[in-house]
């Protein structure tokens, strides 16, 4: 027995000091699998950076294309789309810079039952993005922030150039486009 003893004790102590090597083991394991999932987040979002800026531009080239060719009668009466598709309204008209002979907004109505009590919104052109396949644009707002925007109805349109001044910075700003 007395030999059992000292041999019991030994196998103990072992076992404990296996149990802090294999609990160090565990923690080490840990930390190298928390590294891995950090890197693998840094990776999937510079991923997603990566696939949005090539969106950005394949859409910028698009919109310019579209915008420096088509017609006026080809753009009014086009839809306009939110970015998962659904309509958000049609472009009822095109408002021109005179000075500069740019773009500066479609005028897009929205709301409203067989386009009556729909409400017009000057929608600054660098905010629409051309579909070129899908023959829309697309505006990154959805239906409920955009009844919020800034618009007027059918019967009170901005009049002079002066007024269209005075709304394009609160235009472009809520659009988030610079001028």
């Not at 239906?143 to 059918?154: C, R, S, V, Y």
């Amino acid at each position: 027995m007395k030999k059992l003893i000292p041999l019991v004790a030994v196998s103990l102590l072992s076992l404990t000091l296996a149990n802090v090597a294999y609990a160090a083991d565990v923690l080490d394991k840990q930390k190298e699998v928390a590294e891995k999932q950090q890197e693998v987040k840094a990776a999937q979002k510079e991923l997603v950076q990566e696939n949005k800026k090539e969106a950005v531009e394949r859409g910028q080239e698009a919109n310019e294309s579209m915008q420096q060719i088509s017609r006026a009668s080809k753009i009014i009466g086009t839809n306009v789309k939110d970015a998962k598709g659904d309509k958000l309204g049609d472009i009822k008209d095109l408002v021109l810079n005179p000075e500069s002979g740019q773009m500066a907004y479609a005028v897009v109505s929205f709301g409203g039952v067989f386009g009556v009590g729909n409400k017009l919104f000057a929608v600054p052109w660098k905010a629409l993005h051309w579909t070129r396949a899908k023959e829309y644009y697309t505006l990154d707002l959805d239906k409920a922030t955009l009844k919020k925007a800034p618009g007027f109805d059918k019967k009170h349109w901005p009049d002079s150039a002066d007024k269209w001044e005075q709304q394009r910075e609160g235009l472009d700003q809520f659009y988030q486009v610079n001028p």
